[in-house]
């Protein structure tokens, strides 16, 4: 098994910035990337950003592009989600999950094995 603990929340005004981190402990070697997801109450939970563990690629959803950035610090076994620009739109709980493969389906949550119990992220206007 595979243990996330994400840290980093909290709330923030428009146009501020969070950085939010998940750590991954465990069967890690299982992992071959992390992503990141969020859901708004009422909504479904919706795919952020993704990234692989050995090349460190990436792929970001459309309404994130250029705001939050999905990084990694392999040796920490950490992956982390700058989030600047922020807008009351990105208020949610955020999830980080992970998953043995990387490919087309990335931003497809059940592709992903372990989940993390979420950080609430609240952006005031």
């Known amino acids: 098994q595979v243990q996330l603990v994400e840290s980093g929340g909290g709330l923030v005004q428009a146009g501020g910035s969070l950085r939010l981190s998940c750590a991954a402990s465990?069967?890690?070697?299982?992992?071959?990337?992390m992503g990141w997801f969020r859901q708004a109450p009422g909504k479904a939970r919706e795919f952020v950003a993704a990234?692989?563990?050995?090349?460190?690629?990436?792929y970001d959803a459309d309404s994130v592009k250029g705001r939050f950035t999905i990084s990694r610090d392999n040796a920490k076994n950490t992956v982390y989600l700058q989030m600047n620009s922020l807008k009351p739109e990105d208020t949610a709980v955020y999830y980080c999950?992970?998953?043995?493969?990387?490919?087309?389906?990335?931003?497809?949550?059940?592709?992903?094995?372990?989940w993390g119990q979420g950080t609430q992220v609240t952006v005031s206007s």
């Open positions: 465990g069967r890690t070697f299982s992992s071959n990337a």
């Open positions: 999950a992970t998953t043995g493969h990387w490919g087309p389906m990335i931003s497809n949550s059940y592709e992903y094995d372990y």
């Open positions: 990234i692989s563990w050995s090349s460190g690629n990436t």
